[in-house]
C-alpha cells in the first residue's frame, strides 16, 4: 500500500511539476474561494459535512503549490496556515451577515489571504538565508494571519458560550498550535525541537489560563476575542524574539505596550 502510494506521489509530481509555480499558486488560491463560495450556501448544521472537505482538499491544493522539497514535519507545518485559514474563515462566516454585501468582500479578503499564507509556505519551504528580507518578510506576513485566525477562532470559542473549562481547554489548544508553527519558522528544521515544543506548550498553558480567567468577565464576544489575540500576539512575539536572540528593549516596549492598551480596552469594555 505505501509503495502504491509513493509512485502515485511521484508521477503526480512528475505531471504537476511542468506547471508554473507561480500558476500553480494561483490556481489553488481560485479553487480554495470556489470551494468556500459554494459553502456558504449552506446553513451551519451542515458544516459537519464541508469541514472535513474543505480541510482535505486546502491539504490538496497546498500540496499542488509546493510539491517539491516537502520533508518530515514540512508535511504538518507548510500545510498548517493554509488549511487553518481556510477552516476558520469558513466557520467565521456564520457569524456575519449572509448576503452578497457581505459575501464579496469577505470572499476578496480570503483570496488575498491564502495567497499570502501559501506564498509564505512556499518560501519557507525553499528555504532562503534568514538574513534575507524575503525571509523577514514571510515570517512577519505569516504572524500577522497568525492574529488574523487567532481572533477568528476566538470570535466563534465564545460566540458558543460554552463553559469556562471548554473555553480554556480550546483556546490553550489553539494558542498552543498557533505558537508551535510560529517558532518553527523561526530555523525552519526538519523536526521539532525541543525547545520549540517547550515554549509552545508555555504559550497554550498561558492562553489556558488567561481564557478560564476572563470567562467570567461581563465582555462581548469581540473584545473576548481580542484580549486572547493581544495576549497571543505580545507573549509569542516576545518568546520568538527571545529564541532568534533579537528581544531588545524596543522589542519588549512594543510587544508589552500593545497588551497594555488592550488591557485597557478590554477593563473599560466591562458591564456588570
Not at 122 to 141: H, M, P, Q, T
Not at 218 to 234: G, K, M, N, Q, W
Amino acid at each position: 500500500m505505501k509503495s502504491f502510494f509513493t509512485r502515485l506521489n511521484k508521477d503526480f509530481q512528475k505531471r504537476a511539476i511542468k506547471i508554473d509555480k507561480r500558476v500553480r499558486l494561483v490556481v489553488s488560491v481560485l479553487l480554495s474561494g470556489i470551494l468556500l463560495l459554494f459553502s456558504t450556501f449552506f446553513y451551519f448544521d451542515q458544516a459537519l459535512i464541508f469541514i472535513p472537505l474543505i480541510i482535505v482538499l486546502t491539504y490538496f491544493f497546498t500540496y499542488f503549490s509546493l510539491l517539491e522539497g516537502i520533508e518530515k514535519v514540512s508535511w504538518y507545518q507548510l500545510f498548517f496556515m493554509p488549511v487553518l485559514v481556510a477552516f476558520s474563515f469558513y466557520l467565521f462566516y456564520f457569524l456575519i451577515p449572509s448576503r452578497w454585501l457581505t459575501r464579496i468582500p469577505f470572499m476578496i479578503f480570503f483570496e488575498i489571504s491564502m495567497y499570502a499564507v501559501l506564498l509564505c509556505s512556499n518560501i519557507f519551504n525553499v528555504g532562503v538565508e534568514k538574513s534575507l528580507g524575503l525571509y523577514r518578510a514571510a515570517f512577519s506576513i505569516n504572524f500577522l494571519y497568525q492574529a488574523v485566525v487567532s481572533f477568528l477562532l476566538f470570535n466563534l470559542l465564545f460566540a458558543l458560550k460554552t463553559n469556562f473549562l471548554v473555553n480554556g481547554l480550546v483556546a490553550g489548544v489553539i494558542g498552543f498550535t498557533l505558537s508551535l508553527n510560529l517558532f518553527w519558522t523561526i530555523r525552519l528544521k526538519r523536526y521539532i525541537e525541543s525547545e520549540t515544543l517547550k515554549y509552545s506548550l508555555f504559550v497554550g498553558m498561558a492562553i489556558f489560563q488567561l481564557s478560564v480567567l476572563i470567562s467570567f468577565l461581563p465582555l462581548s464576544t469581540a473584545v473576548y476575542a481580542l484580549f486572547l489575540t493581544s495576549s497571543y500576539y505580545s507573549l509569542a512575539g516576545l518568546i520568538y524574539n527571545y529564541i532568534d536572540e533579537r528581544l531588545f528593549k524596543e522589542t519588549i516596549r512594543e510587544f508589552v505596550g500593545v497588551f497594555i492598551i488592550i488591557l485597557i480596552i478590554t477593563f473599560l469594555s466591562l458591564s456588570w
